[in-house]
Nanobody
Framework: QVQLVESGGGLVQAGGSLRLSCAASGGTFSNYAMAWFRQAPGKEREFVAAITWSGSYTFYAEAVKGRFTISRDNTKNTLYLQMNNLKPEDTAVYYC????????????????????WGQGTQVTVSS
């Protein structure tokens, strides 16, 4: 059973950058699609970005396209989210998730497809 631990969140001014990491353990990380989601106070969880098991294909929510980059290093069992040009509306708890139910399955923006989630890391962007 894969377990996930996020890190790298914090407080940053608008226009700044952060890089989130998600360390995986307890399973074969490299076989599975992964994604980042976020949840702002009083709002529903929303999709941010997803990546295939190999890292060869990625896709993003429109709100972050061109500013955020998802990547993975399967040799380090780690997923990343590079966030540039941050805006106050990016403030949220960010979660990584893995679809470990089926090897090599294509990623999706649907949260229900991911069966394992991290505990989340807070990102706060001040104006």
């Amino acid at each position: 059973q894969v377990q996930l631990v996020e890190s790298g969140g914090g407080l940053v001014q608008a226009g700044g950058s952060l890089r989130l990491s998600c360390a995986a353990s307890g399973g074969t990380f490299s076989n599975y699609a992964m994604a980042w989601f976020r949840q702002a106070p009083g709002k529903e969880r929303e999709f941010v970005a997803a990546i295939t098991w190999s890292g060869s294909y990625t896709f993003y929510a429109e709100a972050v396209k061109g500013r955020f980059t998802i990547s993975r290093d399967n040799t380090k069992n780690t997923l990343y989210l590079q966030m540039n040009n941050l805006k106050p509306e990016d403030t949220a708890v960010y979660y990584c998730a893995v679809d470990s139910q089926s090897r090599w399955r294509a990623p999706t923006k649907e949260g229900g497809a991911y069966n394992t989630w991290g505990q989340g890391t807070q990102v706060t962007v001040s104006s």
